[in-house]
């Protein structure tokens, strides 16, 4: 009923129909990267449209998770075990909900996947507005809930990656206990190169 009064609307131009449309991110576009230990896989360049759309969701546009998350399930299976990478609490609490929880569940629900908040942010501060010797810098932010996860593969998932040093922490702690992680995908990638 809440979809018929307020139709979800493109992030990135506006258009009613979806929170992403084809126009700002036509199907099946991809972009590569890596960080030092981790393939990235993303649906496009932190830039234009697709950057407006995450600011979107970033400000608490449900619609635009929703449709992230459906063009993800692209480049997910059914096998795939996706952890997302959790936001702080304070901004959880002023969107109202989890920005890569909610695309990760989403992800999830469209390819058969399973999404596993295994992730726990300790540090309490978010990388966004921090310069990229800041970020590379901010290490042991996050914390695996599960003690033993018994040589499982796992896949991250997030909105952006920029230097991939949150990547990067995420998968230090759930190698810590006893997890693979070779990969992530993300929404968008920022140009410059991640491996450092």
């Given amino acids: 009923m809440l979809e018929w009064f307020f139709p979800p609307q493109c ?34 360049e932190y830039a234009g449209p697709l950057r407006q759309a995450i600011l979107a969701l970033k400000d ?12 993800l399930a692209a480049l997910t ?10 936001t702080t609490k304070k901004r959880r609490s002023v969107r ?4 890569a929880e ?6 999830a629900a469209a ?10 942010q300790t540090a309490g501060d978010a990388q966004r507005g ?7 810098a901010a290490l042991g932010r996050f914390s695996c809930n599960a003690l033993d996860l018994g040589r499982r593969e796992f896949v991250l998932l997030d909105d952006v990656v920029t230097t991939g040093s949150t990547l990067e922490d995420c998968a230090r702690a759930l ?3 006893n997890g693979v992680v070779y990969s992530a995908i993300v929404v968008a990638i920022t140009r410059g190169d991640h491996r450092r």
Avoid: E, N, W, Y
Avoid at 96 to 99: M, Y
């Fill in 130 to 136: 921090r310069g990229r010797k800041d970020r590379l």
């Fill in 60 to 71: 608490g546009r449900r619609d635009v998770a929703r449709s992230m998350g459906s063009r």
């Fill in 11 to 44: 992030g990135g131009c506006d258009a009613f129909g979806t929170g992403l449309c084809d126009g700002c991110l036509p199907p099946g576009q991809k972009q590569l990267s890596s960080t030092a230990t981790l393939s990235v896989t993303g649906l496009g």
């Fill in 102 to 107: 909610l695309i990760a569940d989403m992800c």
């Fill in 77 to 86: 299976s059914a096998q795939t075990c996706l952890v997302p990478v959790p």
């Fill in 175 to 177: 190698r810590g206990a």
């Fill in 111 to 120: 390819s058969g996947a399973t999404a596993h908040r295994l992730l726990v």
């Fill in 96 to 99: 109202g909900f989890d920005g």
